[in-house]
């Protein structure tokens, strides 16, 4: 070989390896995806059985509040926890653990014949199941810049994908197969991860050969608990993290509003026949996965300052039209325009606030930014059940268009046009 020849040969052989690194990561991401579709999937199943179940062993609904509360504070507390054992051991193992743990709860609480086992079924999904959480992380080691917020909402798309299969399953087979189903769909999805699934990008790798000298096992989730209130004060010193993660906590609680009251509307608002009350939510399902589709063509045409700005006027404008709502095809309407908006809303912030953070913090940074999620599950189901008990739908949503434009006021310093693009272009 001539040396001419060897620029030629080294050139070639460097696209090469780009070409298959890319198509490495590519696969990951497509991987990611499919395991939080099946993940979801096996929760949409659930969610009509858990109201059958608690009424089988004649549970109460201040018992079942509480366990709905106690399940979000155990979710507010181990969304860090995961998270972080995630920049430790590596993503992979720890979406095991999380399919794992969520198969034996699903479980048990298929067969369920006490509170007691429902409580407990119910505190191993709240300690164990982040695996969107793990998934957010997975897409922020994989992808960078405006791909990030795009592979966000491709995670939004299988959630909502998921639960527009889920839920219409269960309705058409009968809720009392729903459990076994979900534990085999929980199985798959094991395998998927555990053969096919690995923590391949150079982030991934750079965490896992620097964290050896660390604790592991029980002792880093004990670790990791004792630290995580300190992780979020360090997180907060970061650029728009306190706007955004205040934000997103009021954001939350509409999110929480909307969803602990979506089925009682349906039912007792507008008078639909429980056995359709699955197609309901699956239809909800439908409005998510287009949702996500519209956010990947807008997001190629809208900066992120833009969106940021579009979605809050649509969500709080929609919202307020929804409290004078009175018919149920009004409302199947309206419906579309919230989904999409906080669709587009949650991207982008979750987008900006993921970028300020370097690869090896970004488990810990998902999961706090899930804890600060999760409060919304302890308080919404509350306040919105008074809401919608003293007021109706009018002092529910009336309520969500408030919370809805409060939060804006919170994060829209952090989500300024200069500091979204400083960050950005770190």
Known sequence: MTNNAWPFFFQAAHESLMKATEQQRKHSLWLVYLVVLLDLMGVGLIIPL?????????????????????????????????GHMSDIHGRKKMFLVSLAGTAIAYFILGTATTAISIFFSRMIVGVVKQTVTLARAAVSDLCEGEERSIAFGNVMIAVSLAFMIGPAVSSFLGQEYSAYISVMLYIIDFLIVYFFFEDESPVAKEMLDTSKDRKGGLATMWHSLKKQFKNAREIYKKPMAAGLLNGRLVQSLVTSLKRSTYSLIVLDVFGLSPQYLGYVISYHGIIGVFSGLALNVISRRMGKYSRYWVSNVLLSGAMLVTAWCTELTGFLIIVPFISFSQTVLTTVCISVFSDGFEGGQQGLAMGVWGSFDSVGGVVGPLVGGALFQYGGIWALYIGGTALSVWSFFISKEAMSRELVEDVTMK
């Open 50 to 82: 858990i109201t059958t179940v608690s009424k089988s062993v004649q549970m109460s609904p201040l018992t079942y509040g509480i366990i709905s509360s106690a399940y979000a504070f155990m979710q507010f507390l181990f969304n860090p926890v995961m």
